[in-house]
């Protein structure tokens, strides 16, 4: 089992950037496949970005790609999400997540087997 703790939100001017980190406990962190979602108020949650357990693979959506970026660190246990140039429809609870032993990158909620209680992003314009 993997809890994960998500930590780096906040408010921010459009234009700016954020950090997020998402830290996991448990010895077998480099087993999970990670992602970060988001769910805005009265939308559903979507999809942000994932990465292999390894790292070499990464997968973003468009609304964010080339301003995001994914990342980890195995021996920490962590995993970031480096947000820049950011928006006002930015402005989301980031939640991350993990998949057990993905055979591919997931983009979809019920992929994953693992959540945490998500940390609040607010860009104003």
């Known amino acids: 089992q993997v809890q994960l703790v998500e930590s780096g939100g906040g408010l921010v001017q459009a234009g700016g950037s954020l950090r997020l980190s998402c830290a996991a406990s448990?010895?077998?962190?480099?087993?999970?496949?990670m992602g970060w979602f988001r769910q805005a108020p009265g939308k559903e949650r979507e999809f942000v970005a994932a990465?292999?357990?390894?790292?070499?693979?990464?997968y973003y959506a468009d609304s964010v790609k080339g301003r995001f970026t994914i990342s980890r660190d195995n021996a920490k246990n962590t995993v970031y999400l480096q947000m820049n140039s950011l928006k006002p429809e930015d402005t989301a609870v980031y939640y991350c997540?993990?998949?057990?032993?993905?055979?591919?990158?997931?983009?979809?909620?019920?992929?994953?087997?693992?959540w945490g209680q998500g940390t609040q992003v607010t860009v104003s314009s």
């Open positions: 997540a993990a998949e057990y032993k993905a055979a591919r990158l997931g983009v979809t909620v019920r992929q994953y087997d693992y």
């Open positions: 448990g010895r077998t962190f480099s087993s999970y496949a």
């Open positions: 990465i292999s357990w390894s790292g070499g693979s990464t």
